[in-house]
Structure formats: C-alpha cells, structure tokens
C-alpha cells in the first residue's frame, strides 16, 4: 500500500512554461516533504523540501505547495528549461526518533520532459 | 568534498550467488541509508543505521539480505542466494541531521542483475 503516490508517470511541458508536479501521501504523520530529481545513471539530488508548518516553499524557479488537508503537494518549475527534464521523486519523512534522521517514503516518480 | 561513494557500479550475477555491495557515505554523516529501485518503481527502503544504535531492518524484504556498518563509516549491503527478483538498482544515502533538515545525500547506485 502505497503511502506516497505520483500518479502521474510522466509530464512534458513546453521550455519556458509552468511544470506541475504532484503528489498525494495518505500518512497523517508524515512532517517534511522533500522533491529529489535524478538523471539517468546518476543518485537522485536533493531540490527542494518543506515542513509541515508551511504552506509553501520557494527557492529560485523551484516552488513546492503543500495542502496538508488534502495532504497533497505540489512542485511548480517556472520557467521550465531542458535541463529540468529527469525524473522527480517526491518523499516524505515520518520522524519517530529524537534524532530527526529517518528513511524517507518514496514515490514512484515523474519523469519530466522540457522540450526546447 | 567527496560524496556518497558505491562500487561497484554494475554487478551482474547468477541466481544463488552471493553477492557484496559497498557504500562510503559522506564523511562525518551519522546515519546512512540503503534503498532499491525495482524497475518502475519508487525507491524502497531497506537498511538504517543511526550512529552507534542498533539498525533498523524493518525494510529487508527477507533473511537472504543483510548489512552491516563498520565503523560508523563504510556499510556493506549483503544478499545471499541471489534471486531474480532482487535485480534493482541499490542506492545508498547519508545524511547529517540539521535542525529541522532531513535531506539526504545519494550515491549513484549499484544496478544488480540476477540471471
């Protein structure tokens, strides 16, 4: 049973325009929100995260949206270029121990296409 | 600095081997994570350890996996009796806790293939 789901597998947008990237997480529990991005062959790399006690986020054309009552999140890349095209992976983490270090909660990913 | 370092990169073995993979996380990172990535999938979860505390197991997907860290540095992620079914890239992470930041920091993976 999936606890964090992107149920959309793939997305191509337009260079220069808006992506949209979403995820729905069904554990109330879960307090922070991270969105790695990985290329092929490559780990995935930390882009942008959120904690429960915001709303929103926002680090250059990087913005994630959190809707805790619908528990859904979202990602906005604006504008979006061809280097943005990989695959996104939304994650959430479920901290049960003082340390604050704990796995994360993956969803399938997204692999966003940015056509030139 | 260095990163999250794996090897090796590719393993390609036949069913009921055993094999070894290898994980050097980020220099003075307290807790290391193992992940595999089936195909199509997301990441799953396998292996943590936290500092000196006993690991948590709760995602081994059975007794055939198996890892160890030494040290607090190095971990070495064990599957014995290899099954077609554990052909998965295996990515390892370390991360140092910071206030309210869990970001964690990934190697690039070991694709294992089981024929």
């Known amino acids: 049973d999936q606890q964090v789901k992107q149920n959309s597998p793939s997305l191509s947008v337009q260079e220069g325009r808006i992506s949209i990237l979403n995820c729905d997480y069904t554990?109330?529990?879960?307090?922070?929100f991270l969105w790695y991005k990985k290329y092929p062959a490559e780990g995935p790399t930390f882009l942008i995260s959120i904690s429960s006690i915001k709303d929103k986020n926002e680090d250059g054309r990087f913005t994630v949206f959190l809707n805790k009552s619908a528990k859904h999140l979202s990602l906005h890349i604006v504008p979006s270029q061809p280097g943005d095209s990989a695959v996104y992976f939304c994650a959430a983490s479920d901290p049960y121990l003082d340390s604050g270090n704990t796995p994360l909660v993956f969803g399938k990913g997204t692999r966003l296409s940015v056509i030139a | 600095g260095a990163g999250v370092s794996q090897s090796p990169s590719n393993k390609v073995t036949e069913k009921g081997k055993d094999v070894e993979l290898r994980c050097d996380p980020i220099s003075g990172h307290t807790a290391l994570y193992w992940y595999r990535q089936s195909l199509g999938q997301g990441l799953e979860f396998l292996i943590y350890?936290?500092?000196?505390?006993?690991?948590?197991k709760s995602g081994l997907p059975s007794d055939r996996f198996s890892a160890e860290r030494t040290g607090g540095s190095v971990s070495t992620l064990t599957i014995q009796r290899t099954q077609q079914e554990d052909s998965a890239v295996y990515l390892c992470?370390?991360?140092?806790?910071?206030?309210?930041?869990?970001?964690?920091?990934f190697g690039p993976g070991t694709r294992l293939t089981v024929t």
């Open positions: 992470a370390s991360s140092l806790y910071k206030g309210s930041s869990y970001e964690q920091y």
């Open positions: 350890f936290q500092g000196n505390s006993a690991p948590d």
């Open positions: 554990n109330s529990m879960f307090d922070y």
